[in-house]
């Protein structure tokens, strides 16, 4: 089994436990609500959003994959951080064991925050999974931009 690595930052002028709540805590009803061209809903198999809940993400008609399923493994409030991990759909394409993620949102010195992914796809073989990353990386990407956009519209809700 190989283990390839990535990590991405996004600087956000939301301050982090605005982005924290509306990007973890609450993203079951906003993700369908901010991209619905990609998610069509998210179904909350067991947990209450602690360790140990799995939720069922599908995605719309037309989209390359159908659903994932990710377990959550740690979550962090009060420090705004979560660690998830993708153990079952078709976007791990055969050659995926999982994919890990550890995400943090941490104060940026202007006000806002900075969102940091850290995310290792554990392979069956030691198939290189670069291009397939590189892909959920831009999409990662367009989803936390629709999310910020829409707490920088609905200041107040967060």
Same mark, same amino acid.
């Given at each position: 089994?190989?283990?390839?690595?990535?990590?991405?930052?996004?600087?956000?002028?939301?301050?982090? #436990?605005?982005?924290?709540?509306?990007?973890?805590?609450?993203?079951? +009803?906003?993700?369908?609500?901010?991209?619905?061209?990609?998610?069509?809903?998210?179904?909350?198999?067991?947990?209450?959003?602690?360790?140990? +809940?799995?939720?069922?993400?599908?995605? +719309?008609?037309?989209?390359?994959?159908?659903?994932?399923?990710?377990?959550?493994?740690?979550?962090?409030?009060?420090?705004?951080?979560?660690?998830?991990?993708?153990?079952?759909?078709?976007?791990?394409?055969?050659?995926?064991?999982?994919?890990?993620?550890?995400?943090?949102?941490?104060?940026?010195?202007?006000?806002?925050?900075?969102?940091?992914?850290?995310?290792?796809?554990?392979?069956?073989?030691?198939?290189?999974? +670069?291009?397939?990353?590189?892909?959920?990386?831009?999409?990662?990407?367009?989803?936390?931009? #629709?999310?910020?956009?829409?707490?920088?519209?609905?200041?107040?809700?967060?």
């Amino acid at each position: 089994m190989g283990v390839t690595c990535f990590e991405h930052e996004i600087a956000s002028p939301v301050p982090p #436990a605005k982005i924290f709540k509306a990007s973890v805590l609450e993203s079951d +009803t906003i993700i369908p609500k901010v991209v619905p061209h990609i998610v069509k809903c998210v179904e909350v198999i067991q947990g209450d959003g602690g360790p140990g +809940t799995i939720k069922k993400i599908h995605f +719309t008609e037309g989209h390359k994959f159908k659903f994932m399923t990710h377990r959550i493994d740690a979550i962090d409030k009060e420090h705004h951080s979560i660690s998830y991990t993708v153990i079952d759909g078709d976007m791990l394409c055969g050659f995926i064991e999982s994919i890990s993620h550890e995400l943090t949102v941490s104060a940026s010195p202007d006000g806002g925050s900075i969102y940091k992914n850290k995310i290792k796809y554990h392979t069956k073989g030691d198939e290189d999974c +670069t291009e397939h990353a590189n892909g959920g990386k831009e999409e990662g990407i367009a989803v936390f931009k #629709a999310i910020e956009a829409h707490v920088i519209a609905h200041p107040d809700a967060y």
